[in-house]
């Protein structure tokens, strides 16, 4: 992994958490349970989508990043609503 890589991956945690912490808040504060736990289940992948980037399992990380980004949008949804 050169040096564009590890920036770009930085870049993507800090506003992935960002966006990911955003919507807990949201959800805390306009008293949206199912928000905030569909918000929650996307960080609680996430953050094992970085063990499979860890240990280079390319197919699996791809398939967390899926649900995560499922999650992220029910989540979505939920505040919409």
């Not at 590890?6 to 966006?19: Q, S």
């Amino acid at each position: 992994m050169d040096n564009f890589e590890k920036y770009a991956l930085a870049l993507m945690v800090v506003f992935g958490a960002l966006i990911i912490g955003g919507l807990m808040a949201v959800h805390i504060a306009w008293v949206h349970k199912a928000g905030f736990l569909y918000a929650l289940a996307a960080a609680i992948v996430v953050w094992a989508a970085g063990f499979a980037d860890l240990f280079d399992k390319p197919r699996v990380y791809g398939f967390l990043l899926l649900v995560a980004a499922a999650f992220i949008t029910a989540s979505i949804v939920v505040l919409v609503r």
